[in-house]
């Protein structure tokens, strides 16, 4: 089944605890992106990857790392969580092309105290 | 600087009526638009796009979209609403600039909770 895959789906942490969310989608794809959801903000992109070894800022990166070493996979990693991190994070992939559709993964409910 | 609105927070519309969730964008070059609904506790799924061509576009569950260009619009339609497309609609944009290289940022509108009343 074509599918886009995070981990963990509920995560509780503190501040300044590294930690990373995993996305791996099956679908050969070369596009990824992660995306925030926040009440009345709806998705604000973070960072993008248009293949291996690419990446770049969306439009609130600042506190996010990523990094993209196989086609597959695209981590989030959050160095030193704050509490305004504190949201619902999605993975996505698509092919690339301006007009391919993104597929979603089912989302990261991340809370920081 | 590229941007879409979605105004209206909330559309409530009695099973069977038509409905519209409205959304208005702004972009430096030629838009590419896609409407994807995410229901409760899941991911968000497509349900249409406007590339070129038609300016009314069909997708699925029975949606369509109206582009319009002098208006800078994409409204979300369905002529007859039913109870299980009650959800969250999300509008987005993804602008390729003037470049041939292009951007691969997208924009996503703030959402409209789409509530249809049996």
């Known amino acids: 089944e074509a599918q886009v895959t995070q981990n963990p789906r509920y995560l509780i942490t503190v501040t300044g605890k590294k930690l990373t969310v995993t996305c791996s989608q099956n679908?050969?794809?070369?596009?990824m992106s992660w995306y925030r959801q926040d009440p009345g903000l709806g998705l604000r992109q973070i960072y993008y990857?248009?293949?291996?070894?690419?990446?770049d800022k969306g439009d609130v990166p600042e506190g996010y790392k990523v990094s993209r070493k196989e086609k597959r996979n695209f981590p989030l990693i959050l160095e030193s969580p704050s509490p305004n991190q504190t949201s619902l994070y999605f993975c996505?992939?698509?092919?690339?092309?301006?007009?391919?559709?993104?597929?979603f993964g089912p989302g990261t409910r991340l809370t920081v105290l | 600087a590229q941007s879409v609105a979605q105004p209206e927070d909330q559309v409530n519309v009695a099973e069977g009526n038509p409905l519209t969730v409205k959304c208005t964008y702004s972009?430096?070059?030629?838009?590419?638009l896609f409407w994807y609904v995410q229901y409760p506790n899941r991911g968000l799924q497509f349900l249409l796009k406007?590339?070129?061509?038609?300016?009314l576009v069909k997708g699925s569950y029975g949606f369509e979209a109206e582009f319009n260009k002098s208006q800078t619009s994409f409204h979300l339609k369905k002529p007859s609403a039913l109870v299980s497309d009650s959800a969250l609609y999300f509008c987005?944009?993804?602008?390729?600039?003037?470049?041939?290289?292009?951007?691969?940022?997208?924009?996503f509108g703030t959402g409209t909770r789409l509530k249809v009343l049996a």
């Open positions: 972009v430096s070059g030629n838009p590419y």
């Open positions: 987005a944009v993804r602008d390729i600039g003037r470049s041939t290289s292009g951007t691969y940022k997208y924009i």
């Open positions: 996505a992939s698509s092919w690339g092309a301006p007009a391919d559709t993104q597929y």
């Open positions: 990857s248009m293949n291996v070894e690419v990446t």
């Open positions: 406007y590339i070129t061509g038609d300016n």
């Open positions: 679908m050969n794809h070369e596009y």
